[in-house]
């Protein structure tokens, strides 16, 4: 089996496991407990948090620790929505995931305004988009690092820079480019930041979030005062260990990893008729290598796939098994019928060329076999 839906998850690296390991069992204590067992727990905590600040360019007392990527980006959107002391008008991009859209969509129904801003055919936000959009009563922008679905890289720096002209808070959620991209909050000019755990080997089930010390902000989750306030509850120790080793290990040189998505997506344009590329060809993840192939079923593709023993996925896996088209690729300009016939490789640093090129011999006996062209000798 070939893996390609890195986007989806990925494997717990060893040595994460390792870095985990004494807390799943002996070090088993509450961070909360004024005793010596919870005290090695909050030492461990807190050492966790001092990590992850670090590979963030940030304080430690910025870093929650959540329960992934949903819940750091909800957490973001409503809590810095909620304190903010002026405005109700929020803006999020098109092509953001669900956890964005929807807590915008959560806050339209209590009263905010939400301008859900345009993409191009790239799927980018162009900042005069955006520039155009900000208002004297805004209270926060969410334009998220990198799509998850065609892997193209919004221009934070330069966006960013134009909400804090206006005073505005900008989020990003950097779950799909955190391992490949530079998360430095300063150098992003970001004052929320949104990241989860098995997106870049750490278990399932934890996320972090930045949010800049002087930002107000409104805890979701009330009750025993952990994390700062920000985040009550009791915290999952060995998770945040793991978390924090995963950033640690996070990162490296990418022109590698470049030229092997580079060379895939041209043997797939060059062999499959009809294939296109979707998300920018420049701008886009080193991992990340999407098409639609018009004429054809974008499910039945995958099947074909899978049972050739390449594994990959049709977009997002929060949204596996809808009927409905990919609200990325129509938001693009991609008509709904061609949307479904989306496919998605997703990669890491370890998928090796001999991966890819199976893939790609695969992916044109798949397309020919699913469109009754007929396969290649």
């Given at each position: 089996?070939?893996?390609?839906?890195?986007?989806?998850?990925?494997?717990?690296?060893?040595?994460?496991?390792?870095?985990?390991?004494?807390?799943?069992?002996?070090?088993?204590?509450?961070?909360?407990?004024?005793?010596?067992?919870?005290?090695?727990?909050?030492?461990?905590?807190?050492?966790?948090?001092?990590?992850?600040?670090?590979?963030?360019?940030?304080r430690s007392s910025e870093i929650t620790f959540t329960s992934g990527g949903t819940e750091s980006d909800n957490t973001a959107i409503k809590g810095i929505a909620l304190a903010a002391p002026r405005g109700r008008h929020v803006m999020v991009s098109a092509v953001e995931h669900p956890?964005?859209?929807?807590?915008?969509?959560?806050?339209?129904?209590?009263?905010?305004?939400?301008?859900?801003?345009?993409?191009?055919?790239?799927?980018?936000?162009?900042?005069?988009?955006?520039?155009?959009?900000?208002?004297?009563?805004?209270?926060?922008?969410?334009?998220?690092?990198?799509?998850?679905?065609?892997?193209?890289?919004?221009?934070?720096?330069?966006?960013?820079?134009?909400?804090?002209?206006?005073?505005?808070?900008?989020?990003?959620?950097?779950?799909?480019?955190?391992?490949?991209?530079?998360?430095?909050?300063?150098?992003?000019?970001?004052?929320?930041?949104?990241?989860?755990?098995?997106k870049i080997g750490a278990p399932k089930g934890i996320g972090v979030l930045y949010v800049q010390r002087r930002v107000p902000f409104e805890p979701l989750l009330h009750g025993g005062g952990q994390e700062g306030g920000r985040r009550s509850g009791t915290e999952n120790v060995a998770?945040?260990?793991?978390?924090?080793?995963?950033?640690?290990?996070?990162?490296?040189?990418?022109?590698?990893?470049?030229?092997?998505?580079?060379?895939?997506?041209?043997?797939?344009?060059?062999?499959?008729?009809?294939?296109?590329?979707?998300?920018?060809?420049?701008?886009?993840?080193?991992?990340?290598?999407?098409?639609?192939?018009?004429?054809?079923?974008?499910?039945?593709?995958?099947?074909?796939?899978?049972?050739?023993?390449?594994?990959?996925?049709?977009?997002?896996?929060?949204?596996?098994?809808?009927?409905?088209?990919?609200?990325?690729?129509?938001?693009?300009?991609?008509?709904?019928?061609?949307?479904?016939?989306?496919?998605?490789?997703?990669?890491?640093?370890?998928?090796?060329?001999?991966?890819?090129?199976?893939?790609?011999?695969?992916?044109?006996?798949?397309?020919?076999?699913?469109?009754?062209?007929?396969?290649?000798?």
């Amino acid at each position: 089996m070939i893996y390609l839906d890195q986007a989806a998850t990925t494997p717990l690296k060893r040595e994460v496991l390792e870095a985990m390991w004494p807390h799943l069992g002996p070090e088993f204590g509450n961070p909360s407990s004024h005793h010596e067992v919870g005290e090695a727990a909050s030492r461990a905590l807190e050492q966790a948090r001092a990590d992850v600040a670090q590979a963030l360019g940030a304080r430690s007392s910025e870093i929650t620790f959540t329960s992934g990527g949903t819940e750091s980006d909800n957490t973001a959107i409503k809590g810095i929505a909620l304190a903010a002391p002026r405005g109700r008008h929020v803006m999020v991009s098109a092509v953001e995931h669900p956890a964005v859209l929807e807590s915008a969509e959560f806050l339209g129904r209590i009263g905010y305004e939400v301008t859900v801003l345009p993409v191009d055919e790239h799927g980018m936000v162009q900042p005069a988009t955006l520039e155009a959009a900000l208002r004297d009563d805004s209270t926060l922008v969410s334009i998220q690092l990198a799509n998850n679905e065609v892997g193209t890289i919004q221009q934070v720096e330069t966006l960013s820079r134009l909400a804090a002209a206006r005073g505005v808070p900008f989020h990003t959620d950097a779950v799909q480019g955190a391992g490949w991209l530079d998360l430095d909050v300063t150098r992003l000019g970001v004052q929320a930041l949104s990241i989860s755990g098995h997106k870049i080997g750490a278990p399932k089930g934890i996320g972090v979030l930045y949010v800049q010390r002087r930002v107000p902000f409104e805890p979701l989750l009330h009750g025993g005062g952990q994390e700062g306030g920000r985040r009550s509850g009791t915290e999952n120790v060995a998770a945040a260990v793991g978390m924090a080793a995963a950033m640690r290990l996070a990162g490296g040189e990418n022109d590698e990893a470049t030229a092997r998505r580079d060379a895939f997506i041209d043997r797939v344009l060059t062999e499959v008729p009809d294939a296109v590329l979707t998300g920018d060809r420049a701008h886009r993840l080193p991992g990340s290598a999407s098409f639609v192939f018009p004429g054809t079923s974008g499910e039945s593709i995958l099947l074909e796939l899978e049972a050739r023993g390449i594994v990959c996925s049709s977009g997002s896996a929060c949204a596996a098994g809808s009927d409905d088209p990919s609200h990325v690729l129509v938001a693009m300009g991609i008509a709904p019928e061609v949307a479904q016939t989306a496919v998605r490789f997703t990669f890491g640093r370890t998928t090796t060329q001999d991966d890819l090129d199976a893939a790609a011999d695969e992916l044109v006996r798949a397309v020919a076999s699913v469109s009754g062209r007929g396969a290649p000798r």
